[in-house]
């Protein structure tokens, strides 16, 4: 028991994978956040636990709440609204993180997901608040949940390699595509129900996937805000250290040169034997 502790501590705030931190540190404040309710019900403490989260973590559809609850824009894409909303929130991201990793870099990653949670936050704040349809009941509406942030990363990767298939049940092999516009059309059609906040936030968060890998194919990784500089170092003339090699024959360097052309030229553009090299090095 205590390795197994040990082995998801580090694989959450060791690994240096963003997919595993980040799926961690959900699980967490999830089951944080249902112990405390179960504190609450049955120590019969007067205070509605999931009213609190919702009133105080939750993004708030009315933008005069914003000033006081500015927080909520980051605080709301940590927490979830019950074990099957966490659930396939995480599986989604489980599922589409690992091939984004397979392709980009830790740092996109971490770009993606927050710069996703951030803007599918604003862009349903935006919409709520525009359209007059959705004017009566703002009052006590809030948004919760990871899944602007998630979509993000599906639409990111199902843009990057959109023919890239996976198994589903009853389905089979189905292109990620195909599962990407499935997810947006249920979101789309969703808008005009009691939930619209959150199939907005979907929306916008995939609208950000979409646009982020566009630009990068373009040549423009946003996601060298979080780059960090390098510091100045002392180089001494000792005897350079060979690199070590990936199952395969692939070495480090002709993996960092790849990943970079994919950043400038986009993953259509690499050649059949730097996509060999590349799912080669994934399956280490």
């Known amino acids: 028991m205590n390795n197994t ?4 501590k580090y694989k959450v705030f060791q690994s240096g994978n963003p997919l595993f931190f980040y799926i961690g540190i959900n699980v967490i404040l999830f089951l944080v956040t249902a112990i405390i309710g179960l504190i609450v019900f049955f120590g019969r403490i007067p205070i509605d636990a999931n009213l609190w989260i919702r009133e105080y973590i939750g993004l708030p559809a009315s933008i005069s709440k914003l000033p006081e609850r500015f927080y909520t824009l980051f605080t ?3 927490f979830h609204d019950g074990i099957l909303h966490v659930l396939f929130n995480m599986l989604g991201l489980f599922w589409f993180g690992n091939i984004f990793m397979n392709f980009l870099k830790s740092r996109q990653f971490h770009f993606v997901y927050l710069a996703g949670g951030l803007f599918g936050g604003l862009f349903a704040l935006a919409a709520l608040n525009i359209f007059p349809v ?4 703002l009052a006590g509406v809030t948004i919760i949940g990871a899944s602007a942030a998630v979509m993000a990363i599906i639409f990111a990767t199902a843009t990057l390699v959109p023919n890239y298939s996976i198994m589903l049940l009853f389905f089979g092999e189905v292109k990620i595509k195909w599962i990407a516009i499935v997810y947006f059309i249920l979101d789309f059609i969703a808008i005009g129900s009691i939930n619209a906040g959150g199939s907005l936030a979907h929306i916008g968060g995939a ?3 979409f646009t982020f ?6 040549g423009r990784d946003w996601s060298k805000v979080f780059e960090r500089k390098p510091k100045l170092k002392v180089v001494r003339n000792e005897k350079p250290v060979k690199k070590p090699e990936f199952k395969g024959g692939v070495s480090q360097q002709e993996i960092d040169a790849i990943l970079d052309k994919i950043s400038t030229s986009g993953y259509d553009k690499l050649t059949t034997v730097e996509k060999e090299k590349l799912f080669k090095a994934s399956k280490d």
């Open 5 to 8: 502790f040990k082995d998801l």
């Open 76 to 78: 709301y894409m940590f």
């Open 134 to 137: 959705y004017a009566d009941g």
């Open 207 to 209: 609208f950000l996937g």
């Open 213 to 218: 890998i566009k630009s990068l194919q373009n």
